[in-house]
């Protein structure tokens, strides 16, 4: 029996098959254009200098400590920086850096750590990590294999896994900046500025993490199976022998680890440490510790620390002012030529002549006059 059906490569007779969907063509005219071009030029040039100046309120103090390792046991000036001093105490691997505030920093105050030339957005980097191991635990021959190099060693698997972990931020800071009298090296202490590591951390984070009790359960009271990652032994003195009941991590209300584990876009970046909400930072020279732990040099880069307060935009950052500045600058500009222009030798709209078959029967036309001449 024959095939009665027919076989059709007709699209469907349908909108959008047929391509009868409805549209809108803006028809660019001088009465739309150069509204716009002056609306947009008159808008954005008050908003970019608001923003603008915006930004420039945000007192910010930042200082790279990445060579604080080789400076003297006594306070001594930092070259290329105005009225900061530093020391460090290589029995206890303790940096002081000894700065001034110039002016009043308007609470909240936010104290951050500075990386450069490290890349978390690495695609291998960023995958480095078992979600599952961190929320509840998970036994070895399950871990994803995402977590190499830093998976297993001699059969026991390290907690947490992965690359990110293994390379968290170990310099501790002072949780107060401790103000000081006079700039000689036995000043005394007269006031602290206090700072907390609380809510330093995304309230959704902790949802992924969880306690010490709830890896306990899993694991057990015998941890010899689970390790600390390689660089936690040696930059956390608690971890050295290896984990017990006592000090396993508790992820959950851990905060420096959650904000580690959140990966920056970017290689330069900073990270929230602690941060001052109730009072403001007075000026005055102030000291600070560091247990200087983390190796930058090993990968080529620099670490700083960051005093800064916030405005209605966020950090201190005028790139976005300069932005709408330059847009509204430039449509004023073009504003201002297309008027002109069609001041001085206006366009008819629809006008047929303009057309190229009008424009090329003209031509002709002038031509056979000529010759006819």
């Known amino acids: 029996m024959a095939d009665t059906n027919i076989k059709s490569n007709k699209p469907k007779n349908n909108a959008i098959r047929q391509q009868r969907l409805k549209a809108w063509q803006p028809i660019l005219t001088p009465k739309n254009v150069l509204p716009t071009l002056f609306f947009i030029g008159i808008s954005f040039i008050p908003v970019g200098i608001g923003l603008f100046i915006a930004a420039k309120k945000v007192n910010e103090f930042t200082f790279e400590y990445t060579e604080c390792n080789k400076t003297s046991t ?5 070259p290329n920086y105005e009225n900061v001093k530093w020391k460090y105490d290589k029995t206890q691997e303790i940096c002081t850096v000894q700065f001034e505030i110039k ?39 399950k871990l994803d ?53 609380k809510d330093i951390a995304w309230p959704s984070d902790a949802d992924k993490y969880g306690t010490r009790n709830d890896f306990l359960k899993f694991y057990g009271n015998d ?7 390689p660089n936690w032994s040696i930059s ?21 680890f959650q904000v580690w584990m959140r990966t920056a876009g970017l290689p330069n970046f900073r990270k929230l440490y602690s941060k001052n909400t109730e009072t403001d930072l007075k000026p005055g020279i102030y000291n600070i510790d560091i247990i200087n732990k983390y190796d ?11 005093i800064t307060t916030t ?63």
């Not at 990110?164 to 000081?180: C, E, G, P, R």
């Not at 941890?223 to 990652?229: A, D, M």
């Not at 956390?236 to 851990?254: H, I, R, S």
Request: hydrophobic share 30%; glycine share 8%.
């Open 296 to 306: 930058v040099n090993r990968y080529g880069g620099t670490k700083s620390f960051v």
């Open 145 to 197: 294999s995402n977590c190499d190099p830093f998976k297993v060693k001699d059969g026991k698997q390290y907690f947490p896994c992965g690359l990110i972990a293994n390379s968290m931020f170990t310099d501790v800071f002072d949780n107060k900046l401790v103000k000081v009298t006079s700039g000689n090296n036995n000043e005394t202490s007269t006031e602290t500025y206090p700072l907390t590591e």
């Open 223 to 229: 941890l010899s199976n689970v390790i600390p990652p």
């Open 103 to 141: 002016e009043t920093f308007k609470k909240p105050v936010f104290f951050y750590y500075r990386l450069t030339s490290f890349f978390q957005n690495h695609r291998s980097y960023v995958k480095s990590y078992d979600s599952e191991q961190l929320l509840k635990g998970k036994k070895l021959e």
């Open 74 to 78: 006594t306070f001594t000036p930092v």
């Open 236 to 256: 956390f003195p608690e971890y050295q022998n290896g984990y017990n009941a006592t000090n396993f991590p508790d992820l959950k209300n851990w905060e420096h």
């Open 311 to 373: 405005s209605i935009i966020g950090g201190r950052n005028p790139f976005l002012g300069i932005a709408y500045i330059f847009v509204g600058i430039v449509s004023l500009i073009f504003g201002i030529i297309f008027l002109i222009r069609h001041l001085y030798k206006p366009r008819k709209l629809g006008d047929h002549k303009y057309l190229s078959w009008n424009k090329a029967s003209t031509t002709a036309t002038n031509t056979d006059g000529d010759d006819n001449r």
